[in-house]
């Protein structure tokens, strides 16, 4: 099971920068999947997920309405589109598979297995 996070860099306040996270070793289509960061000296924090079918989303306040997350199946690849990016969003960014039965897993605790991040700078 692998999952590697892409897309990262440094954008300016007010831009946008689409992450990807692409999967391998696993049939991808099963599992939800969920985005996370971790800013420096705080914890890994929760930004959205996604259901298996990708029906269903759910996003944190904090990013509601300025991020999409979305997903391919056939090309084993989610989405995250970050719009209108603040300083307060840069952190290294994670998305992780999740095993629960739940329709779309809102905990980090669900989470099974986990990329390794991509950084993401926010400027002002």
């Known amino acids: 099971v692998q999952l590697q996070a892409s897309g990262g860099g440094l954008v300016l306040a007010g831009g946008s920068l689409r992450l990807s996270c692409a999967a391998s070793?696993?049939?991808?289509?099963?599992?939800?999947i969920g985005w996370f960061r971790q800013a420096p000296g705080k914890e890994r924090e929760g930004v959205s997920y996604?259901?298996?079918?990708?029906?269903?989303?759910y996003y944190e306040d904090s990013v509601k309405g300025r991020f999409t997350i979305s997903r391919d199946n056939a090309k084993k690849t989610v989405y995250l589109q970050m719009n209108n990016a603040k300083p307060e969003d840069t952190a290294v960014y994670y998305c992780?598979?999740?095993?629960?039965?739940?329709?779309?897993?809102?905990?980090?605790?669900?989470?099974?297995?986990w990329g390794q991040g991509t950084q993401v700078t926010v400027s002002s």
């Open positions: 992780a598979a999740s095993r629960a039965t739940s329709i779309v897993a809102t905990h980090r605790d669900e989470y099974d297995y």
């Open positions: 996604i259901s298996s079918s990708g029906d269903y989303t």
């Open positions: 070793g696993f049939s991808m289509d099963y599992y939800p």
